[in-house]
C-alpha cells in the first residue's frame, strides 16, 4: 500500500525564494486554467448546439505552453512539472464537481495554501537530504524513509515549509482478534468498549481566548503593512499549533487502536449535518470526527486490523447493553443510561460503545 510521509525542511534564503517561485508558478498556472474552464462552461450553457469539448489536462497544458509560457519568462525559472501538476489537479477537481463529490473550484491567492507539486529525478540523499528538480539539495530536520519515489509535494505552513511523498510499503499484520466498539462524542472523544475513556484535546478552546484577543489587536492595522504582515503569521502560527495538537491526539489514539485490536467498529456519523447545529458545531469541528475515521481507514489496512463501519441509524445509544431492550427517546443531556426493563445502569457513552462491539460479534 502507499504510505504518505511529510516532514518539514530547513531552508536558507536562497532556497525560500525558489520555493515561493514555484508557488507562483503553480498557482498562475491553476488560476489560468480555472479562467478557461469556466468560460468554455459558460459557452457550452449558453450555446447548447455548438459545445465545445471540455479539454483534458494535457490540452490544457498544450495551451499554456503555447500561450502563456511564451508571453511570462519567469515560467522557465521553475521546473516544467509544476504547472503541469497543477493542471492536472485542476482537472481532477472539476471531476469531482462534476460527479458531485465537491463543489466548484476556487481561484487561488497568494499566501493561502500555497504549494506546488513536482515530477521527476526526486532522490534522497543520506539521511537528511533530498534533491529536487530545478530547486536542488533539500535539507530536513529529522531523518527521512530510504525508498524511491518520483514526485513530491512542497507546502507552506504561516512561514514553515514541509515536503511529503508517497512510496510502497509492506502491510503488518498483528495477528489481534480482539473486537472493540469506539463511540465518538464531544466531552470526551473516544469511549472504547473496553472502559477506556480517552480525553479529546480541546485545543481550539484552550486557546480561543488568545486567538481572539490576537485578532482584535489586528483589526485596525493597514493591511499590507509591516506591523499586519507580523500579526497575520502570529495569527497563522496559532492556529498551526491549534491543528498540531488535535492531530498529535488523534494520531496516537488511531494508531493504538490499529495495533492492539484486530476488528474496530465505529459508526457512520453525518458529520456535516452534526455541525448544522450552532450550539455543538465549533464542539464538534474542535474533535475532528472526519480525520479520526480517516486516519484510522488507512491505519486498519497498514497493522492488518479490519474497520466496521455502522449504519448511522442504529440504535448504539438508546439500546440495553445488558437486555438489548431500545428506549424509545433518549435527550442529549441524559448522560447516564437507565434501562426501564432491567433497570441496568451505565454511563451513556460506554453503553453505546458496547453496544457497538457486539453488532459484530
Known amino acids: ?116 507539486t513536482v515530477e521527476g529525478t526526486v532522490k534522497i540523499l543520506g539521511n537528511n537530504k533530498i534533491q529536487v528538480p530545478v530547486v536542488g539539495v533539500l535539507k530536513t530536520y529529522e531523518r527521512l524513509p530510504q525508498v524511491l519515489t518520483k514526485s513530491c509535494t512542497i507546502s507552506r505552513q504561516a512561514d514553515r515549509w514541509f515536503i511529503s511523498f508517497r512510496f510502497d510499503v509492506e502491510q503488518r499484520n498483528f495477528s489481534n482478534t480482539s473486537i472493540v466498539g469506539v463511540d465518538l462524542g464531544v466531552k470526551n472523544l473516544a469511549t472504547l468498549s473496553t472502559g477506556d475513556v480517552i480525553a479529546g484535546a480541546k485545543s481550539y ?78 464542539a464538534i469541528a474542535d474533535m475532528s470526527f472526519f480525520e479520526f475515521r480517516r486516519q484510522l481507514t488507512y491505519k486498519c489496512e497498514l497493522y492488518g486490523s479490519k474497520l466496521v463501519v455502522i449504519d448511522r441509524w442504529f440504535p448504539s445509544s438508546k439500546t440495553c447493553s445488558n437486555c438489548a431492550t431500545k428506549k424509545e427517546t433518549l435527550g442529549l443531556d441524559e448522560r447516564v443510561f437507565e434501562c426501564g426493563h432491567c433497570g441496568f445502569v451505565i454511563d451513556r457513552d460506554l453503553n453505546a460503545a458496547i453496544n457497538l462491539s457486539k453488532a459484530v460479534s
Open 205 to 282: 478552546k484552550k486557546y480561543e481566548a488568545k486567538l481572539s484577543r490576537m485578532q482584535w489587536l489586528n483589526r485596525h492595522k493597514i493591511i499590507g503593512s509591516n506591523n499586519w504582515k507580523k500579526a497575520q503569521m502570529q495569527v497563522a502560527r496559532l492556529h498551526i499549533k491549534i491543528a498540531n495538537i488535535r492531530k498529535d491526539r488523534l494520531h496516537k489514539l488511531t494508531t493504538l487502536l490499529a495495533k492492539n485490536h484486530g476488528v474496530i467498529v465505529i459508526e457512520d456519523l453525518n458529520v456535516s449535518g452534526m455541525l448544522a447545529n450552532h450550539k455543538l458545531a465549533k
Open 1 to 116: 500500500m502507499l504510505l504518505g510521509f511529510k516532514t518539514e525542511l530547513k531552508l536558507n534564503n536562497q532556497q525560500r525564494t525558489a520555493l515561493i517561485k514555484h508557488c507562483g508558478v503553480a498557482r498562475h498556472a491553476w488560476n489560468w486554467g480555472l479562467a478557461l474552464t469556466k468560460q468554455i462552461l459558460d459557452h457550452n450553457k449558453a450555446n447548447p448546439d455548438s459545445k465545445i469539448k471540455f479539454p483534458t489536462a494535457i490540452d490544457l497544458h498544450k495551451w499554456l505552453v503555447a500561450l502563456v509560457k511564451s508571453e511570462n519568462e519567469w515560467y522557465y525559472e521553475c521546473s516544467k512539472s509544476t504547472p503541469q501538476q497543477a493542471l492536472m489537479a485542476l482537472r481532477e477537481a472539476w471531476k469531482r464537481c462534476f460527479h458531485k463529490t465537491a463543489g466548484v473550484p476556487k481561484f487561488k491567492k497568494k499566501g493561502k495554501g500555497d504549494s506546488f
